[in-house]
């Protein structure tokens, strides 16, 4: 394979990753809390190629003459966008929006019998049934919402009403008596870069991350007074939808180019065969 094709090749393969991310962005437009990905491209290392028999290096010139060749372009970081999402009221007593800025939820995860903490801003909750008539406050996926002391949130079951206030303190009635039984126990990312996707609308601690920083400066709980939250109403997704078209359509444009490259070298190869 010539240069052309190679630089074509590896260009291509790194655009259909960023296709895949905005496809990923578009179907999750109306998910709640859902955070957007934004892909950035790099160019790969180039090569210098001298165009003389004998370079030299002019008075006043810093670099070698002659061209440089790079070998494609790759994507150089997918950054998660943290932006705020608009609020949409749905008055549904579990249903609960956070309003601070870099703020999440806490909830836990078992992958391979290993539990593991992870963060959301989708705040649409519910209740799992449980032993001892029991319910635990769970997301949509079935798993526990973490409360104070990092304990998952369970209530008897016998209740008239349950209604979690804006500092997130859960609120439940029964026989016309109301009593505050749980808290959310709502954390503050520090440092949001380094918290990386994990699937179904979550958000990790890299061990990248975990390794250079201290827990507290990554994500650090935030205090009953500072929390602030919007009962009976989410927070929608960040996607911006016409930005994502746009992207999209620039993308494929980009990728068409890069294929008509190694057509048209393919076309060039074959003319040179044909000379005698």
């Given at each position: 394979m010539t240069r052309m094709t190679i630089q074509a090749a590896v260009t291509m393969g790194q655009l259909q990753n960023r296709l895949d991310n905005i496809g990923n962005n578009i179907a999750n437009a109306n998910t709640a809390g859902f955070k957007g990905r934004d892909a950035n491209f790099s160019s790969l290392l180039s090569q210098q190629i001298n165009t003389e028999p004998d370079p030299t290096n002019p008075v006043g010139r810093l670099t070698p003459e002659g061209l440089r060749i790079g070998s494609g372009a790759k994507l150089g970081h997918t950054n998660v966008n943290f932006e705020q999402g608009s609020m949409e009221v749905t008055?549904?007593?579990?249903?609960?929006?956070?309003?601070?800025?870099?703020?999440?939820?806490?909830?836990?995860?078992?992958?391979?019998?290993?539990?593991?903490?992870?963060?959301?801003?989708?705040?649409?909750?519910?209740?799992?049934?449980?032993?001892?008539?029991?319910?635990?406050?769970?997301?949509?996926?079935?798993?526990?919402?973490?409360?104070?002391?990092?304990?998952?949130?369970v209530?008897?079951?016998?209740?008239?009403?349950?209604?979690?206030?804006?500092?997130?303190?859960?609120?439940?009635?029964r026989n016309g008596v109301q009593n505050v039984e749980g808290q959310l126990e709502i954390v503050q990312a520090v440092r949001p870069r380094l918290l990386e996707a994990a699937g179904n609308n979550l958000f990790r601690l890299s061990e990248e991350s975990l390794d250079n920083y201290p827990l507290a400066e990554i994500v650090n709980n935030v205090g009953q007074a500072d929390v602030r939250l919007k009962s009976g109403a989410l927070e929608t997704s960040n996607i911006d939808l016409a930005k994502q078209t746009t992207d999209m359509i620039e993308t494929q444009r980009a990728y068409q180019f890069n294929a008509k490259t190694i057509s048209m070298h393919d076309q060039m190869q074959g003319l040179i065969n044909q000379l005698r």
């Open positions: 008055d549904r007593n579990l249903d609960v929006a956070l309003l601070g800025d870099d703020q999440l939820f806490q909830v836990a995860v078992e992958e391979n019998g290993v539990a593991e903490t992870r963060y959301t801003r989708a705040g649409n909750f519910y209740l799992s049934p449980q032993e001892d008539n029991q319910v635990m406050l769970v997301t949509s996926d079935g798993n526990p919402v973490l409360g104070a002391g990092g304990e998952p949130i209530l008897m079951n016998n209740m008239d009403d349950l209604k979690i206030e804006e500092n997130g303190a859960i609120n439940v009635t």
